[in-house]
């Protein structure tokens, strides 16, 4: 069995090895060079929504200091820097005129990328939905999939010649059922059933996207966060309970994707199947060929009935719409500050559920990585052998995927830089590299030497 003690070796030489981040969560700069409100500028500046009244407009500072980040990405030996393009900055009031302004940035990030050796993977849609377009009714219309369109294609035309790998949308679970399921994401909606109608646009949007900048040279995919999901017993109600939670968080998203239809059980559940007719026209689009899949991986979830059998509670804020008293079981796993139960396995098992339903398709790990609070020793270190052993363990299983043949292709640490982690603020801390938000100083931690020191094995 290959574990990490070999270091990268364990791994194919063309693997590729990165970090990621996101506009929102690293920027900051929220008002420059013409760039417009998003959703989660509206959210966060809404009292009660994000821990310690935080907002995005400094952050890491990264507008103005990408190029240290950048070389500090490149000193860890990393070789690919996946990054997300703000489409309030490219697109100011989200649809109509362009702003050059917006693109120079994200073809300095490419430019200063690819003088340190490293490649620029883009994600189109991290999450800041342009507020205009959130006030003509956001992700729950058909208009915001074909905006998303447009914008996706200035953005590809405006720097092909530097970037050459596309993701589409992160976590299109995330925008539809925390920004309008529980309303624990921006634009904070709580909308029932009607987050389905969200996952659908988004879907759409990525189809189009697709369609509009695909070429022979460049590769497209997206991010998704699909998970694992178990039965806390053998029961057929916690296998039902198995069922509905695995179909909201992954088949509602594979199945049309990699197939080309909903899953007719999560429609029946959600009792949106009336709805979901209309828009079989769709289907062949969202389900175009992708040239990669990216998997963006944290924790399994283990699920039960609920005691009374009754698995609907409409009306309440939810991510699982008619299924809403599905009860997730704790299984004794170490969890990290997030609270996510720590198991490799479920890496394992996630990547298989994608390669049993498309074998030839390329995986990438987009995002993997845990929160802790770091600790600072007196010499100005900093220990965090949690995430540490965190990062061991499940590189470890990726190794082993690898050598069972699973087609995955390059693993993206989240993050490079401690950040905003969205509705808990700065309170949660992902990097590889410290960020103190006083001074803006950086400092790797010792998770980011020893990854560091595991590239260079
Ligand atoms: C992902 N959940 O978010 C995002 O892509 C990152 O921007 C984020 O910083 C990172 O994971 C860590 O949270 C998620 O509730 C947020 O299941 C919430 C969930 C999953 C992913």
Same mark, same amino acid.
């Given at each position: 069995m290959s574990n990490s003690a070999g270091g990268r070796s364990a791994f194919p030489s063309d693997f590729v090895w990165g970090a990621a981040t996101a506009s929102y969560q690293v920027e900051g700069a929220i008002r420059e060079d013409g760039r417009g409100p998003s959703i989660w500028d509206t959210f966060a500046a809404t009292p009660g929504k994000i821990a310690d009244g935080?907002?995005?407009?400094?952050?890491?500072d990264h507008y103005h200091r990408y190029a240290d980040d950048i070389r500090l990405l490149a000193d860890l030996g990393l070789k690919a820097y996946r990054f997300s393009v703000a489409w309030p900055r490219v697109v100011p009031a989200g649809s109509g005129a362009a702003n050059q302004a917006g693109l120079d940035f994200y073809r300095r990030i490419a430019e200063t990328c690819l003088a340190n050796g490293v490649t620029p993977y883009a994600t189109l849609y991290h999450w800041d939905l342009p507020q205009p377009l959130e006030d003509a009714g956001g992700w729950l219309v058909r208009d915001t999939a074909e905006r998303f369109r447009d914008y996706a294609a200035i953005t590809q035309d405006a720097l092909s010649d530097v970037v050459s790998h596309w993701m589409t949308l992160n976590e299109p679970w995330c925008s539809a059922f925390l920004g309008y399921g529980n309303g624990e994401h921006a634009p904070g909606r709580v909308e029932g059933a009607d987050a389905l109608k969200a996952v659908h646009h988004l879907l759409l949007g990525h189809g189009l996207a697709v369609q509009a900048i695909k070429t022979p040279s460049n590769t497209v995919g997206i991010a998704l966060n699909p998970a694992p999901v178990y039965a806390a017993s053998s029961s057929d109600a916690d296998r039902d309970a198995q069922r509905r939670v695995d179909g909201l968080r992954n088949r509602m998203f594979l199945d049309p994707l990699l197939l080309g239809k909903y899953p007719a059980d999560v429609l029946e559940d959600t009792g949106t199947a009336e709805w979901f007719s209309r828009f079989d026209a769709d289907l062949p689009l969202i389900s175009a060929p992708l040239d990669f899949m990216g998997v963006n991986y944290y924790c399994p979830s283990t699920v039960a009935a609920p005691a009374d059998g009754e698995f609907a509670a409409p009306g309440?804020? !939810?991510?699982?719409?008619?299924?809403?008293k599905v009860v997730a079981v704790d299984t004794g796993l170490d969890t990290t500050q997030m609270g996510w139960g720590i198991d490799p396995n479920g890496l394992r098992d996630i990547l298989v559920q994608i390669n049993t339903m498309a074998p030839e398709l390329p995986l990438y790990v987009t995002e993997n990585g845990a929160a802790y609070p770091d600790e600072v020793t007196v010499d100005g270190t900093i220990e965090d052998a949690e995430r540490q052993s965190y990062f061991e363990k499940h590189l470890a299983t990726a190794a082993e995927v690898v050598a069972d043949g699973v087609p995955l292709k390059g693993y993206f640490a989240w993050t490079l830089l401690d950040n905003f982690e969205w509705s808990w603020g700065y309170t949660r801390r992902f990097g590889l590299v410290h960020v103190?938000?006083? !001074?803006?100083q950086r400092t790797v931690k010792n998770s980011g030497l020893w990854l560091k020191e595991f590239l260079a094995r």
């Open positions: 935080e907002t995005g407009e400094v952050a890491d309440e804020p !939810t991510t699982q719409p008619g299924s809403e103190d938000y006083k !001074t803006q």
